[in-house]
Each structure stands twice: as C-alpha cells, then as structure tokens.
C-alpha cells in the first residue's frame, strides 16, 4: 500500500511514533535511493509510479509492505 501526503515526513514520522511505531536505519530516504526497490522485479515502473504519488502528494510518501512491516518513508529532493 503506498499513500502520499502533504504533511512533511518529519510530520509523518511524529504520527508514527506517536503510535509507537519505531524507526531503524535511516528514518527518511530519498526517492531514488529509497530500499522499497530491493527484490522488486520492475524498478523502472513502481519507481514511476512512485514519482506520481510523490508529486501529488507534495514530495511526501509512506509506503507499506505487504504485512505491513515495515514502512518506508520517502521524499523527492
């Protein structure tokens, strides 16, 4: 499941931890550089569709694993 959002990520990052989500490894990553492209088959393509959400969220995304662990926040710089 991915959402965009126009909160910032710091923003989205105080939510989490709020529900005591906890953060490992870096807690933001950029869009390119983001691990939600490890073991994916058609980087060219979710990347993409990625940058879609990342504009019409206004640069901010959270992306969820199919078991919901873990979720990964990303920006467009």
Known sequence: ??????NTSYEIIDFFE????????????DLKQSQVFEGTWN??????????ACELGKGTL????HDADP???MTQK
């Open 1 to 6: 499941m991915i959402f965009s959002s126009i």
């Open 18 to 29: 709020k529900f005591h989500f906890s953060i490992s490894n870096d807690s933001i990553s």
């Open 43 to 52: 980087r060219t393509q979710l990347f993409s569709t990625l940058k879609i």
């Open 62 to 65: 959270c992306c969820f694993a």
């Open 71 to 73: 979720i990964y926040i």
